[in-house]
């Protein structure tokens, strides 16, 4: 599956926190820190840039997806 284009920081991390038992830590300069408990504890730091870089969301996703034991498209289908 590709990798969109245009998401952005912010509405990255507002979907990983609807969705994905994120919640937002706090932020510092331009990077929002998300935090989950849930299978166990992981933090993850996401640039609030417009648009991400591709590399970036990538690294994102598939740390979030190797936490969460899920695939990098099924997270990619939630945003």
Same mark, same amino acid.
């Given at each position: 599956?590709?990798?969109?284009?245009?998401? &952005?920081?912010?509405?990255?991390? &507002?979907?990983?926190?609807?969705?994905?038992?994120?919640?937002?830590?706090?932020?510092?300069?331009?990077?929002?820190?998300?935090? %989950?408990?849930?299978?166990?504890?992981?933090?993850?730091?996401?640039?609030?840039?417009?648009?991400?870089?591709?590399?970036?969301?990538?690294?994102?996703?598939?740390?979030?997806?190797?936490?969460?034991?899920?695939?990098?498209? %099924?997270?990619?289908?939630?945003?």
């Amino acid at each position: 599956m590709r990798l969109p284009r245009d998401i &952005s920081g912010a509405h990255l991390a &507002s979907a990983l926190c609807r969705r994905w038992q994120y919640r937002r830590a706090h932020q510092v300069g331009s990077h929002i820190v998300l935090d %989950t408990d849930t299978p166990s504890p992981h933090r993850v730091s996401i640039p609030a840039h417009s648009p991400l870089r591709l590399g970036t969301l990538n690294g994102i996703l598939r740390a979030v997806a190797a936490h969460k034991r899920t695939t990098r498209e %099924t997270i990619l289908d939630s945003l």
